[in-house]
């Protein structure tokens, strides 16, 4: 069945570095894949998303990128802030008109001031 | 404008009992999908509905049901409850077939 892996589990980094998470999915049909934040107590929030037909997307801090023929997808951090610590989910949708997301594990981002 | 608005926030039940949690979308949208998320857990499918219509299921038994109402507000039904079902239980909205979903703050669930 449809399935997605991410790693790392937890991540610490110091103020002003960068962060890298790596997602791998199973299913080639996948043609949606979100980033989400969560924080303590709450939903999670999307904060950048990407589609098949794209490699690579950026928003200011935030990138993601895609690779199709390898089945992974990454959220690259940027100058990272002390409100960027959460956790991190991603996610696939199938394709074939199926409507769900399938999450990944999570990764809990901690940034050292 | 109101994003996703989930009720109540916090909620205890007695295994066995029946619960039944709120959702109300995003402006503008007419699909809702719920999802289950134990604790250090992603969330988890449970179904989605539109046009009324439970339109996919997840891997989740029959003590978990739905409902939409014409005002695209839905329902998420957990009879029968067992210890396993303490979870946070988030709604998600969206337009149509598009992919792009906005989650609630959830409703967290506890069994006793």
């Known amino acids: 069945g449809e399935n997605v892996e991410q790693h790392p589990s937890t991540l610490s980094v110091q103020e002003g570095d960068s962060a890298v998470i790596k997602c791998t999915y199973s299913?080639?049909?996948?043609?949606?894949f979100p980033w989400y934040k969560q924080e303590l107590g709450k939903g999670p929030q999307l904060i950048i998303d990407?589609?098949?037909?794209?490699g690579e997307k950026k928003d200011q801090r935030i990138a993601v990128t895609l690779n199709k023929t390898a089945k992974h997808f990454s959220l690259h951090i940027t100058e990272t802030q002390p409100e960027d610590s959460a956790v991190y989910f991603c996610?696939?949708?199938?394709?074939?008109?199926?409507?769900?997301?399938?999450f990944g594990q999570g990764t809990r981002l901690t940034i050292n001031p | 404008d109101a994003g996703v608005t989930q009720s109540p926030t916090h909620l205890i039940k007695t295994r066995g009992q029946q619960v039944t949690l709120r959702c109300s979308p995003k402006?503008?949208?007419?699909?809702v999908s719920w999802y289950q998320q134990a604790l250090g857990q992603g969330p988890q499918f449970i179904f989605q509905?539109?046009?009324?219509?439970?339109?996919q299921r997840g891997n989740f038994p029959d003590r978990f049901s739905g409902h939409q109402f014409p005002n695209y507000s839905s329902e998420l039904n957990v009879n029968a409850l067992l210890l396993g079902d303490s979870a946070l239980y988030l709604c998600?909205?969206?337009?149509?077939?598009?992919?792009?979903?906005?989650f609630g703050q959830g409703t967290r669930l506890t069994v006793v």
């Open positions: 990407i589609r098949s037909n794209v």
């Open positions: 998600a909205s969206s337009w149509g077939d598009s992919s792009v979903a906005f």
């Open positions: 509905y539109y046009e009324e219509e439970e339109r």
């Open positions: 299913d080639s049909a996948s043609n949606y």
């Open positions: 996610a696939a949708r199938l394709g074939g008109g199926a409507q769900k997301l399938v």
């Open positions: 402006s503008g949208h007419d699909t």
